[in-house]
């Protein structure tokens, strides 16, 4: 099993409906992360959280909500999905500041 | 406000020859950098980092970087291009203090490396 487990990996929805996106880890890791990556714009952060208890909105929150369900799941929701959030999202997670990122392997999301 | 530049949408190498793919960051005090890489339909896999000490980062697959201070850049290298190094290749940098262990992300370079 993968480290970070994305799911679902691709996504087709209409505009006005609500989705989420599923992320879970077994790296026992404590910070967890949702980016999005846009063609030419490189990955731009969601939200983040450090442990269940905490939730911090990142560059890009708008439109966005989050749930840190335990320790090992990250969901991020799109209560209202609208066409300019298609977009390749990324689930990541660390455990300390000075270490690097482990990704899921993404879920592609279409709205149309 | 801390940022990270690839200036370079796309680098072209013939398989064999040496390899550079550039980044140049913005921060205030020491950054910590790193280098990812993202195959097709894949996630990103780590490659390397720099935190502290040598200037030159050894990593996965045979890659290096060299962290250049007066120049504020963290260029990825490789000795001799394979054509499995074609992929996209993002630099990442963070502030030591203040921004919670967050990267930001550069906009990404794509190495095509021919045979």
């Known amino acids: 099993d993968a480290d970070v487990t994305q799911t679902p990996r691709n996504r087709i929805t209409k505009t006005g409906k609500r989705i989420m996106l599923e992320c879970s880890q077994t790296k026992g890791h404590d910070r967890m992360y949702w980016y999005r990556q846009d063609p030419g714009l490189g990955l731009r952060l969601i939200y983040y959280s450090f442990d269940v208890k905490d939730i911090n909105k990142g560059e890009i929150s708008d439109g966005y909500s989050v749930s840190r369900q335990a320790q090992a799941k990250f969901s991020l929701s799109l209560e209202s999905a609208i066409p300019n959030q298609t977009a390749l999202y990324f689930c990541?997670?660390?455990?300390?500041?000075?270490?690097?990122?482990?990704f899921g392997s993404g879920t592609r999301l279409t709205v149309v | 406000a801390q940022s990270v530049a690839q200036p370079e949408d796309q680098v072209n190498v013939a398989e064999g020859n040496p390899l550079t793919v550039k980044c140049t960051y913005s921060?205030?005090?020491?950054?910590?950098l790193f280098w990812y890489v993202q195959y097709p339909n894949r996630g990103l896999q780590f490659l390397l980092k720099y935190i502290t000490g040598d200037n030159l980062v050894k990593g996965s697959y045979g890659f290096e970087a060299e962290f250049n201070k007066s120049q504020t850049s963290f260029h990825l290298k490789k000795p001799s291009a394979l054509v499995s190094d074609s992929a996209l290749y993002f630099c990442a940098v963070r502030a030591p203090r203040g921004s919670q262990g967050n990267l930001i992300f550069g906009k990404g370079t794509k190495l095509s490396v021919k045979p």
């Open positions: 921060v205030s005090g020491n950054p910590y």
């Open positions: 990541a997670t660390k455990q300390a500041p000075t270490d690097g990122y482990t």
